[in-house]
């Protein structure tokens, strides 16, 4: 009896879980002008969205990398001086 009702909670699990339903895919990422003085890759937002850090700093290791971040107001506020 136990056995039977495993049996059907595992069928009704995997009669779920394969339904053929497409996964919605994630959006593109922004494009961003912004990018690392030190290796060149993207440099993104940090955790409070007050500044700009390299995205790979974690990756590289390097310490012009981990070291180099930029408040975003100032960096912002320079492009569209130049713009």
């Known amino acids: 009896m136990e056995n039977n009702h495993i049996h059907e909670v595992y069928e009704l699990a995997n009669r779920n ?6 996964v919605k895919e994630r959006g593109a990422r922004k494009a961003t002008i912004f990018f690392c003085g030190s290796c ?5 937002y940090t955790g409070s969205l007050k500044s700009y850090r390299c995205c790979n700093a974690a990756n590289t290791g390097l310490p012009d990398c981990q ?10 506020g320079s492009y569209t001086e130049i713009t």
Do not use: M, N, P, Q
């Open 17 to 22: 879980t394969f339904t053929g339903k497409k």
């Open 40 to 44: 060149g890759r993207i440099a993104g």
């Open 67 to 76: 070291y180099s971040k930029r408040k975003r107001d100032v960096l912002e």
